[in-house]
């Protein structure tokens, strides 16, 4: 089934740690992002990707890297963890990088940092 | 920043009509995503709205007024599995979704 894979669905892990969230899709689409959402905060954008080889800071970057070595895969990195980034994280992607594109999320991963 | 405003909660009986409202002031306008998010699911694409006026899919439709900077999603003949949060979404200037907190609806039989 055509869609996008996140793991690990989900991980509790100790400050100061460095931990890589896995997001990988196999509908060919250009565009990759990283959203975080948080309680009464919606949706927030961390890092995104027009194309592979490409990316781009979003509303919330610091403390995250990304990179986009091919078309299929867009992983997140936190450097070094701290309790703020305890959240849900969403990888979605799209067709084209146009806002006019439909997004297709991932099933998230929930990360607890203690 | 972005200013996207959207009811909290909302409460409606099986059978009735709700209707959720967004108010948005944001850098730029490029058009306007609805989205549903069951608990502890992925957000799934309900409607787009760029010009304005009502697009109707279903029992869900959508209007926006760009001059108000305003929009409505509007659910009709509520159903439990309507029992969701939505997102409202505005494409800013820089081609980037910019999402609302979301309104949690509840439907109750």
């Known amino acids: 089934i055509a869609g996008i894979t996140q793991a690990p669905t989900s991980q509790i892990l100790a400050a100061g740690r460095r931990m890589t969230l896995r997001c990988t899709q196999d509908m060919r689409h250009n565009a990759m992002y990283w959203y975080r959402q948080d309680l009464g905060l919606g949706l927030r954008l961390i890092h995104y990707?027009?194309?592979?080889?490409?990316?781009g800071k979003g509303e919330v970057p610091d403390g995250y890297s990304v990179s986009r070595a091919n078309t299929d895969d867009f992983p997140l990195t936190l450097a070094s963890a701290v309790p703020s980034q305890t959240s849900v994280y969403f990888c979605?992607?799209?067709?084209?990088?146009?806002?006019?594109?439909?997004?297709?999320f991932g099933a998230g991963s929930r990360l607890t940092v203690l | 920043g972005q200013n996207i405003d959207q009811p909290t909660e909302m409460t409606a009986t099986e059978g009735a009509i709700v209707q959720i409202n967004c108010t948005y002031q944001t850098s730029g306008f490029n058009g306007l995503f609805w989205y549903q998010q069951h608990a502890g699911e992925a957000p799934t694409f309900l409607s787009y709205?760029?010009?304005?006026g009502l697009e109707e899919k279903g029992r869900f439709s959508s209007f926006l007024s760009r001059s108000k900077g305003y929009s409505y999603l509007l659910l009709k003949e509520l159903q439990m599995k309507d029992s969701a949060s939505y997102l409202c979404a505005v494409i800013v200037g820089d081609y980037k979704l910019s999402f609302g907190a979301g309104t949690t609806v509840t439907v109750r039989a």
């Open positions: 709205n760029v010009l304005d």
């Open positions: 979605a992607s799209a067709p084209g990088a146009s806002g006019a594109n439909v997004l297709t």
């Open positions: 990707s027009n194309t592979a080889g490409t990316t």
